[in-house]
T-cell receptor
Framework: LAKTTQPISMDSYEGQEVNITCSHN???????ITWYQQFPSQGPRFIIQ???TKVTNEVASLFIPADRKSSTLSLPRVSLSDTAVYYC??????????FGQGTELSVKP | DVKVTQSSRYLVKRTGEKVFLECVQD?????MFWYRQDPGLGLRLIYF???????EKGDIPEGYSVSREKKERFSLILESASTNQTSMYLC????????????????FGDGTRLSIL
């Protein structure tokens, strides 16, 4: 399973766009890139998943370059309620995911 | 909406006790998982199951066992609790995935904060 590297923490202000980049140099051909969000005292919540190029949903966008060795989660116009830990996961499986330490995003007023 | 329910939010036990953590999901998912979460270490997979009576070891299975007698229920067992098992325990479930389409999202419960004294 591919190892991922992402920043430990990031700060932002309300209304800004936040981009969190994840590095996964040894991603395999069948691997998908998946992002989860976790609020304090709650389990992680699925945000978005992609294989290549760009994926967008009502919450976020995911940008994946052609070589797929990195990916960027983009959160448009963040609010205080987006303060959370964001996890990047890479793999394709019958069930097993590996969570790293995640990126702790702090949104300030 | 998928619901994953863990039997307790907080639990306090003593060293040497046998501890049972229960998890129930209501969406007929094939896969179920147990993770523990510790500060600075993120989530680590303990065990997972892809069918009734089937189980696979995760990254840190030592000191734990699991039971899946029914599809909707997955139990984590600490055979003889120790203080280093004090942690937040998270249960998750997902559909089985075959072929193209990527990973099925895992749906998590809100966790059991277990303290071993």
């Amino acid at each position: 399973l591919a190892k991922t590297t992402q920043p430990i923490s990031m700060d932002s202000y309300e209304g800004q766009e936040v981009n969190i980049t994840c590095s996964h140099n040894n991603i395999a051909t069948n691997d998908y890139i998946t992002w989860y969000q976790q609020f304090p005292s709650q389990g992680p919540r699925f945000i978005i998943q992609g294989y290549k190029t760009k994926v967008t949903n009502e919450v976020a966008s995911l940008f994946i370059p052609a070589d797929r060795k990195s990916s960027t989660l983009s959160l448009p116009r963040v609010s205080l309620s987006d303060t959370a830990v964001y996890y990047c996961l890479v793999g394709f499986f019958g069930g097993k995911l590996i969570f790293g330490q995640g990126t702790e995003l702090s949104v300030k007023p | 909406d998928v619901k994953v329910t863990q039997s307790s939010r907080y639990l306090v036990k003593r060293t040497g006790e046998k501890v049972f953590l229960e998890c129930v999901q209501d969406m007929d998912h094939e896969n179920m998982f147990w993770y523990r979460q510790d500060p600075g270490l993120g989530l680590r997979l303990i065990y997972f199951s892809y069918d009734v009576k089937m189980k696979e070891k995760g990254d840190i299975p030592e000191g734990y066992s699991v039971s899946r007698e029914k599809k909707e229920r997955f139990s984590l067992i600490l055979e003889s609790a120790s203080t280093n098992q004090t942690s937040m325990y998270l249960c998750a479930s997902s559909l089985w995935v075959t072929g193209e389409g990527g990973n099925q999202p895992q749906h998590f419960g809100d966790g059991t904060r277990l303290s071993i004294l």
